[in-house]
């Protein structure tokens, strides 16, 4: 008793003490580890920051869209700033409905196709933007407690070699180098949780603003379509 209690005290195991006193490979996991927890959480603030200031955008550019605005003089508004969203694909269909004007289009459906294509462009560009950066969430979400694992293992290989150098097999003696390999695991967990949590979370916010596009599309779609046709019409028939 007197040993495992002499054994016991020689031995710190706080954390610190058993990161200090893990070997080399475990501490590599670990440092790996803590830097991609420290990614995730940057990640996380970044997204919820980005995806709040999108939603606002996407609520006040449809507020102003719908408020009875003439199209030509919306698009003059914002002709000439940085647009995202809901903006940059109205945007994006405006520039190419004025520039087929402007060069005489004569066939609706050719206008339209481009429209269409210049508004698609334009949202599959958007759309990568709020997705950027989640496969990180779910490399480090999946990946995460295995390299967390593999520092356990490789912990308690050099524990149990440690066990045989000495000899003993006391509790004392064991413990803090299973501590140390058990810790790794810990870590990888605390990198692997949130990330799943934040990639489910933030895929859905992605996929709801990514809806409120395609909506929005199908709907300015149908209003310039409508347009195209009374313009055309006239020059159609008097030809």
Do not use: C
């Amino acid at each position: 008793m007197e040993e495992v209690g002499l054994a016991a005290a020689t031995h710190d195991v706080s954390l610190w003490a058993l990161f200090m006193q893990a070997g080399f490979v475990v501490k590599l996991v670990m440092i790996g580890l803590i830097g991609a927890s420290v990614w995730t959480w940057a990640i996380v603030i970044d997204k919820y920051v980005s995806y709040s200031k999108a939603k606002r955008q996407f609520d006040q550019f449809e507020q102003v869209f719908w408020s009875g605005q003439s199209l030509e003089e919306l698009y003059r508004t914002l002709a000439e700033r940085q647009n995202g969203g809901l903006a940059a694909i109205f945007v994006a269909a405006m520039r190419e409905w004025k520039k087929s004007f402007e060069r005489g289009a004569r066939s609706p459906i050719g206008l339209q196709m481009r429209i269409d294509r210049a508004m698609d462009v334009t949202m599959a560009r958007e759309s990568e933007t709020y997705e950027s950066r989640l496969g990180s969430l779910a490399t480090i979400g999946s990946a995460a407690p295995f390299i967390g694992l593999f520092g356990t293992v490789v912990g308690i290989m050099t524990s149990f070699q440690a066990i045989a150098g000495s000899k003993s097999t006391n509790l004392a003696v064991v413990a803090p180098g299973i501590a140390e390999a058990l810790l790794a695991t810990a870590i990888g967990l605390v990198a692997a949780i949130p990330a799943v949590i934040a990639y489910n979370r933030f895929s859905a916010e992605a996929g709801k603003l990514t809806g409120r596009m395609e909506g929005f599309a199908d709907e300015f779609s149908a209003i310039l379509s409508r347009q195209i046709d009374e313009k055309l019409q006239p020059r159609a028939a008097a030809q």
